[in-house]
């Protein structure tokens, strides 16, 4: 077990920030996370974060995954206090952090978000995983599913696909896997790209559009000039800034606002 003690970070906001579909709360408070075809658990204990794993594995992984090196205080910080809605946002969402996902992951988990929602998408990447991905057990005998590579979601029939709950995004979810395995799109490629050339990149994509992109940029490539929009983003941007959110204030920084905003008006809403 690893203890780390670290600001603004919380393990519920992340979960419910609509960034990632595999990490989910028990009863017990602690949290179980599905990643890199791993399975970690994970607690809040006060002012420190548990993390039920080796040395090793943590330096090697999951550090970097929840993005532990990165000064979020000093981001918040940056806010302009000026700006009273935008502070609030990231006050109150300043436990999210924006993961380091895997990208072909990110794709096909995007690819269902669309007019979907967070619940939703859970059932539908674990029907999918269940259904084409390894089954793996931790040493505790714990039964995990790894995500389905692009071979395996390339050959399935879009009877099965549809069997996944995936409706009409089962078609996007079979051309680009193919296209991914095919070599239309090369994803080694694309994560060594610059935002704008790994955007217009995703594009490529069968069921990728601006939005989706944008998603697949922030939480798998950690492109964090990308502002995905949504019609929570949207509607925060026609309310609060009819001018035009000020981007120019927040290069390199301003995917991680969007979060806070998305997180704020989600919360809100209910």
Same mark, same amino acid.
């Given at each position: ?52 794993? $080796? ?16 000064? &979020? ?10 700006? #009273? ?6 006050? &109150? ?44 057990? $931790? ?36 051309? $680009?896997?193919?296209?991914?395995? #095919? ?50 983003? #949207? ?24 979060? &806070? ?10």
């Amino acid at each position: 077990m690893i203890k780390v003690k670290t600001d603004n970070f919380s393990l519920t906001q992340i979960s419910e920030s609509g960034q990632c579909f595999r990490l989910r709360q028990f009863e017990n408070g602690r949290y179980g996370l599905t990643a890199f075809g791993r399975y970690l658990e994970a607690q809040e204990q006060k002012e420190e974060i548990c993390f039920f794993c $080796t040395r090793e594995e943590f330096d090697g992984i999951w550090k970097r995954y929840f993005d532990l090196d990165r000064d &979020y205080g000093a981001m918040i910080g940056c806010v302009d206090e000026k700006d #009273n809605y935008l502070c609030q946002a990231a006050a &109150y969402g300043s436990g999210i952090r924006i993961l380091r996902q895997d990208l072909w992951e990110m794709i096909i988990s995007f690819i269902i978000s669309q007019q979907n929602n967070i619940k939703r998408i859970r059932k539908c990447i674990d029907y999918l995983c269940q259904k084409y991905g390894e089954e793996k057990r $931790t040493k505790e005998g714990i039964l995990y599913y790894a995500f389905p590579e692009p071979e395996k979601l390339a050959q399935a029939s879009m009877e099965d696909l549809f069997a996944c709950n995936l409706g009409y995004r089962s078609r996007y979810i079979q051309k $680009t896997a193919q296209s991914i395995v #095919n070599g239309e799109v090369n994803l080694k490629a694309v994560q060594n790209m610059e935002y704008d050339e790994a955007k217009a990149e995703l594009l490529k994509l069968c069921g990728v559009g601006e939005k989706v992109a944008d998603c697949i940029c922030l939480f798998a490539l950690h492109k964090l000039d990308a502002f995905p929009r949504d019609t929570h983003i #949207n509607k925060v941007l026609s309310e609060r800034y009819p001018k035009g959110f000020p981007f120019e204030k927040y290069q390199g920084t301003a995917g991680v606002l969007q979060q &806070y905003i998305f997180y704020y008006d989600l919360k809100n809403q209910k």
